[in-house]
């Protein structure tokens, strides 16, 4: 990265933009812990320290890069560095780079706040390496401990404390640090992640709620056999089970209004002539209520139960990651959504996670900025904000910082 200080947003996404980013697909992979995210760790720590912001690093990888003004709880924005396997490049670092670009604004417009202005990072919110979504946020809040944590191991078997340890974190007993003493609020800024926004025609919206969702592992095992010999009828197919099983939590899914989506799957051996020994599949439901969530998911269980029974497979399933709903706080959105010049920003519902409700959950008045998505894709290297779109989020989120610190 060059010695250079860039100021403006344009000059911080142009640098960013090829950190982690795939030749064939143009997506991204930034993974906590490994390169492309800790390059972008640094670049972060770089940009704080060339605008004078005083950094806090917490034991868990999280940063804060604090504008020192006034006194009392402070006022925190951000959002995330790391994305999900080829990831769109705006799901999370929008969210840090506007933050910069806001206090930045703010600064040169002469404005005071009189409480601390703080820009986070926080780490592993995709949950794409170690399983779990917002890592970071709930370690940093106390909603996950450490004990819990500690073992969570990747895909190629390497422990969490490890990883972070290979990041030169290597507190043996990592304490919770953030609650509501610390901050009066946090606002994350978020491209939005479906077509709310464009369907409306407006750039800008804040959050009202955040749907409840979870990750569900179901772990299915069969007998390995030979996929020529084997009589169709002898066969204890695991993948069977599996894909019966994925059919069955979309059309749950559908029938009930609300989303499960089977997106990640492991076979064992993985040989194209054999009967697979087993499967592991994860399942992602998303639904409006808790309520629907837990019947949502009991209905596509017991299916794979009844369907596991006709195939001779053996199934466990295992909740990995579960975040109930969160309902931002309405008079915190209705302060940051009244009043201006063009209107009122619309309020609305998202059915992706953020540590935004994590920080909600665990008694920090929270609130989110969405920014227009013109196709609505994201998780996706086609996710994607105009310009002028991410230019109205900067100043957006820059009003909205100055009515919350000031
Ligand atoms: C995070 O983006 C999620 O909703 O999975
Ligand atoms: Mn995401
Ligand atoms: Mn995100």
Redesign the pocket.
Known sequence: MGASVPDHFEDMWRAIEPLGRAERSGGYFRQPFASAERELDAWFVEQATARGLRLEADAFGNRVAWWDSGSGPGVLTGSHLDS?LDGGAY?GPLGVVSALAAVELLRDRGFRPARPVGVSVFVE???SRFGL?CLGSRLATGALTWDKARGLRDRDGVRLDEAMASAGLDDENPQPWLGSERLACFVELHVE?GRDLVDRGEAIGVASRIWP?GRYRFDISGEPNHAGTTRMEDRRDPMLTYAMTALAANKQARVAGQRATFGRVDATPNSTNSVPSSVTAWM?ARCETDEALASMVDAVVRQAEDRAARDGTRLTVTAESVSGAVDFDPSLAQRIAADHETGDWPILPT????DAGILSAQGILSAMLFVRNPSGI??SPAEHAEMPDCLAGVDALAETLQRLSS
């Open positions: 999900v799901d919110e995709e949950g979504a992640q969702h992602d059915q992706a996670g953020h994201s998780h």
